[in-house]
T-cell receptor, first 113, second 114 residues
Framework: AQSVAQPEDQVNVAEGNPLTVKCTYSVSGNPYLFWYVQYPNRGLQFLLKYITGDNLVKGSYGFEAEFNKSQTSFHLKKPSALVSDSALYFCAVGEGGGNKLTFGTGTQLKVEL | GAVVSQHPSRVICKSGTSVKIECRSLDFQATTMFWYRQFPKQSLMLMATSNEGSKATYEQGVEKDKFLINHASLTLSTLTVTSAHPEDSSFYIC??????????FGSGTRLTVV
């Protein structure tokens, strides 16, 4: 069975500083990895994905993530955080065709002035 | 890009009544749609996979008779919560599309059963 771990319930960072939101995964085959952002009472917005190709993936709003197969990690990063980045972030993994996604428990990102 | 519309965004119903939530793919055809449930401050749990023209595939522990799913067309899937009770109160989200596009999620439905 596939699984995702987001070890931090909350991450606090000052505006302008780099941010990292951690994600590790477990899957038996080749992983399909995704990051989503959720604002209160809203659905999920897709940020970026890794399916194949370069391990460093660039996505929306300046976010990027690095696929690390040996560490089974897919951490989300941004060089310079904005207050508007404050939201709930979910990492998800799919297997094979990626159809059935398993989500992590989410990490609340708080960016302060 | 792909757009998924979910309606209603918010619904309050009385205990014992049924509520229908619609999920539409606006600019693409979706043979498969997914229904998730999200408890407060928790993750999304896949409830079922909706298949156009056939029965939905439910995840383990999800009551098929309580959460009725119909996918009668290539652009519409509905989730009906039957005989709703307060414990069914939750945030329900649908999604459709393809892994290559990161999937597209509806804006969610906040169900409150009183």
């Amino acid at each position: 069975a596939q699984s995702v771990a987001q070890p931090e319930d909350q991450v606090n960072v000052a505006e302008g500083n780099p941010l990292t939101v951690k994600c590790t995964y477990s899957v038996s085959g080749n992983p399909y990895l995704f990051w989503y952002v959720q604002y209160p009472n809203r659905g999920l917005q897709f940020l970026l994905k890794y399916i194949t190709g370069d391990n460093l993936v660039k996505g929306s709003y300046g976010f990027e993530a690095e696929f690390n197969k040996s560490q089974t990690s897919f951490h989300l990063k941004k060089p310079s955080a904005l207050v508007s980045d404050s939201a709930l972030y979910f990492c998800a993994v799919g297997e094979g065709g990626g159809n059935k996604l398993t989500f992590g428990t989410g990490t609340q990102l708080k960016v302060e002035l | 890009g792909a757009v998924v519309s979910q309606h209603p965004s918010r619904v309050i119903c009385k205990s014992g009544t049924s509520v229908k939530i619609e999920c539409r793919s606006l600019d693409f055809q979706a043979t498969t749609m997914f229904w998730y449930r999200q408890f407060p401050k928790q993750s999304l749990m896949l409830m079922a996979t909706s298949n156009e023209g056939s029965k939905a595939t439910y995840e383990q522990g999800v009551e098929k008779d309580k959460f009725l799913i119909n996918h009668a067309s290539l652009t519409l899937s509905t989730l009906t919560v039957t005989s709703a009770h307060p414990e069914d109160s939750s945030f329900y989200i649908c999604s459709a599309g393809w892994a290559e596009d990161g999937y597209t999620f509806g804006s969610g439905t906040r169900l409150t059963v009183v």
